[in-house]
């Protein structure tokens, strides 16, 4: 996971939390996957997602558009 604050955006548009209105996450891949997968031991090949957590209210959000951009941020 981790451990910076990141401000995320797709194109312009900046992303905040749904809960508290933050706008500093921690990001980490998060793995989708489906029962069909996992019986046939093809967990591997699951799509990714990107998660976002607030970092104030520890909330995630999924993100699987590949526009999603990470900036460094001064907390």
Same mark, same amino acid.
């Given at each position: 996971?981790?451990s910076k ?6 194109g312009?548009?900046?992303?905040n ?6 706008? *500093?996450?921690?990001? &980490?891949?998060v793995?989708?996957?489906s ?6 031991? %093809?967990?591997? !090949? ?5 998660? *976002?957590?607030c970092? &104030?209210c ?11 951009? %990470?900036?460094? !941020?001064?907390?």
């Amino acid at each position: 996971m981790g451990s910076k604050p990141r401000r995320a955006a797709i194109g312009d548009m900046w992303i905040n939390c749904q809960i508290c209105k933050g706008d *500093l996450f921690r990001d &980490r891949e998060v793995k989708l996957n489906s029962s069909g997968m996992e019986l046939m031991n %093809l967990a591997w !090949a699951n799509e990714s997602a990107t998660g *976002l957590i607030c970092w &104030r209210c520890g909330y995630v959000q999924l993100f699987v558009n590949r526009e999603l951009r %990470l900036y460094r !941020a001064d907390k």
